[in-house]
T-cell receptor, first 112, second 115 residues
Framework: DQQVKQNSPSLSVQEGRISILNCDYT??????FLWYKKYPAEGPTFLIS?????DKNEDGRFTVFLNKSAKHLSLHIVPSQPGDSAVYFC???????????FGQGTRLTINP | DTGVSQDPRHKITKRGQNVTFRCDPI?????LYWYRQTLGQGPEFLTY????????KSRLLSDRFSAERPKGSFSTLEIQRTEQGDSAMYLC?????????????FGQGTRLTVV
């Protein structure tokens, strides 16, 4: 039962353009959503989060959008830079469970 | 603050042997989590501590797995009688108590290979 899904295993974007990574979830109890970035042989690094009471959160080049009715969130990176090339995971939690449920990840490649 | 530290970074063991991993969380964080990640998948929750109390265990955590967090500081994850299916990256994360929703900070992981 995959409660958090990232349906695109990979994404290739030209440097300077916008990268959009998508994530869908099924559990309506989730109320907190996060994006992590992971380089090979390292642990995930926290990027940005959003509470279910908001529909947008912005931090520099990163913006996360949440559409609760569609159970969908997305991460926008603009402008994309070569250092953004990594695997991106979305994750969700509910206040009760205290644990994160992760998607399968999307490998983002930024081409010069 | 050096972040979450895990030791060892890599472990190769023969099937049937026992292994133990250590995690040192960020010092002021009272929550500590263990996750497991296999190739092509996202991290999967294994267990979680609030201070020294183990509050939740996933059904992924068979009786060969045991985790401890004595004194609410570092944590250990032991796998007894390892099997090839245990080969994975084992990730530790910690977070501060800040209400119900907070981000977790991950260590670099311990990669286990069972041969």
């Amino acid at each position: 039962d995959q409660q958090v899904k990232q349906n695109s295993p990979s994404l290739s974007v030209q440097e300077g353009r916008i990268s959009i990574l998508n994530c869908d979830y099924t559990n309506s109890m989730f109320d907190y959503f996060l994006w992590y970035k992971k380089y090979p042989a390292e642990g995930p690094t926290f990027l940005i989060s959003i509470s279910s009471i908001k529909d947008k959160n912005e931090d520099g080049r990163f913006t996360v959008f949440l559409n609760k009715s569609a159970k969908h969130l997305s991460l926008h990176i603009v402008p994309s830079q070569p250092g953004d090339s990594a695997v991106y995971f979305c994750a969700a939690s509910d206040g009760r469970a205290q644990k994160l449920v992760f998607g399968q990840g999307t490998r983002l490649t930024i081409n010069p | 603050d050096t972040g979450v530290s895990q030791d060892p970074r890599h472990k190769i063991t023969k099937r049937g042997q026992n292994v133990t991993f250590r995690c040192d969380p960020i010092s002021e964080h009272n929550r500590l989590y263990w996750y497991r990640q296999t190739l092509g998948q996202g991290p999967e929750f294994l267990t979680y501590f609030q201070n020294e109390a183990q509050l939740e265990k996933s059904r992924l955590l068979s009786d060969r797995f045991s985790a401890e967090r004595p004194k609410g500081s570092f944590s250990t994850l032991e796998i007894q009688r390892t099997e090839q299916g245990d080969s994975a990256m084992y990730l530790c994360a910690s977070s501060p108590y800040r209400g119900s929703n907070t981000e977790a900070f991950f260590g670099q992981g311990t990669r286990l290979t069972v041969v």
